[in-house]
């Protein structure tokens, strides 16, 4: 059995247009602004790995796309230690990068197709991604997992994917096991957190990037639609030796997390995007 197969994951026709839609002026102003944004960034050069240059630029991105941003109080990175954190999340689409940046600057492991998208990839490359090839089989799933416990145990947090496909909503899919063995063998703690997105109140799956579909489409869905909002909740650490007892109850947190979100607004904040 190939280590690296996935779950198919939602089909892109659960991806729907957004219920609000802005005009085509505005649509293109969006498209004009992201495109400003994704310039200055790669101006940036090695200054975008840094802890400041990530943030502003996401939170940057954001604003040009009329996403508002909503995060909980608590951080990503586990305060306190001397180790990185296991940052986990629910994967929905390309903007969850964007708006975990936005909340705090960390590495994350994307697989190595990424590394070759123009711009994209450079981005990327320059923030520390850590690239994983699914083809190179069974003996390539210990060297990740080895990897990203050197780069914990070092002291970086990084944020992981483990559904390893997209879904359209956060319940979906599950999360699999390889990257806790990372957090294991580091000694380091699991923060899981919940990504969500919301147009009027009400889940959206207009940033849902699915199946087959090109990046463009599902762009213009985030582009048009009006008071897109994506929230981003950190959920308590955990700690064990047990990689599947610390996926099973970091995916019951994640998951945990959405129902919540309604009831816990007050402890979120709006993010100013400026």
């Known amino acids: 059995m190939n280590p690296w197969a996935v779950d198919v994951g939602c089909p892109r026709t659960c991806a729907v247009r957004p219920a609000t839609r802005v005009g085509p002026a505005e649509e293109a102003l969006r498209y004009a602004a992201v495109a400003r944004e994704l310039g200055r960034s790669l101006l940036l050069g090695e200054?975008?790995?840094?802890?400041?240059?990530?943030?502003?630029?996401?939170?940057?991105?954001?604003?040009?796309?009329?996403?508002?941003?909503e995060a909980a109080l608590a951080p990503l990175s586990v305060p306190g230690t001397d180790t990185g954190?296991?940052?986990?999340?629910?994967?929905?689409?390309?903007?969850?990068?964007?708006a975990l940046l936005a909340v705090e600057p960390v590495s994350f492991v994307a697989k190595k197709e990424i590394g070759r998208w123009p711009v994209v990839g450079t981005l990327a490359r320059r923030m520390g991604t850590q690239f994983i090839d699914r083809?190179?089989?069974?003996?390539e799933l210990p060297l990740m997992v080895g990897e990203l416990a050197k780069t914990l145990a070092s002291g970086r947090s990084?944020?992981?994917?483990?559904?390893?496909?997209?879904?359209?909503?956060?319940?979906?899919?599950?999360?699999?096991?390889?990257?806790?063995?990372?957090?294991?063998?580091a000694g380091v703690p699991v923060r899981p957190?919940?990504?969500?997105?919301?147009?009027?109140?009400?889940?959206?799956?207009?940033?849902?990037?699915?199946?087959?579909?090109g990046f463009g489409g599902s762009l213009r869905r985030v582009a048009l639609a009006r008071g897109l909002t994506v929230r981003v909740s950190a959920h308590a650490p955990l700690h064990?030796?047990?990689?599947?007892?610390?996926?099973?109850?970091?995916?019951?947190?994640?998951?945990?997390?959405?129902?919540?979100?309604?009831?816990?607004?007050?402890?979120h904040g709006r993010v100013a995007l400026s």
Not at 85 to 98: F, G, K
Not at 160 to 176: I, K, L
Not at 193 to 208: H, I, K, N
């Open 135 to 139: 083809e190179g089989g069974r003996r």
């Open 240 to 267: 064990g030796h047990d990689r599947k007892m610390l996926a099973a109850q970091a995916w019951a947190a994640v998951c945990a997390g959405d129902d919540a979100v309604a009831e816990t607004a007050g402890e």
């Open 47 to 69: 200054r975008l790995a840094g802890d400041v240059a990530p943030r502003v630029q996401a939170r940057r991105v954001l604003r040009a796309l009329g996403v508002d941003l």
């Open 193 to 213: 957190v919940t990504v969500a997105y919301r147009q009027g109140g009400a889940a959206s799956t207009a940033a849902a990037f699915l199946a087959d579909e």
């Open 158 to 185: 990084v944020l992981v994917f483990p559904q390893a496909t997209t879904w359209c909503s956060v319940g979906s899919g599950r999360f699999r096991r390889a990257a806790f063995q990372a957090a294991v063998d």
């Open 85 to 98: 954190t296991l940052i986990v999340a629910n994967h929905i689409s390309w903007l969850d990068v964007v």
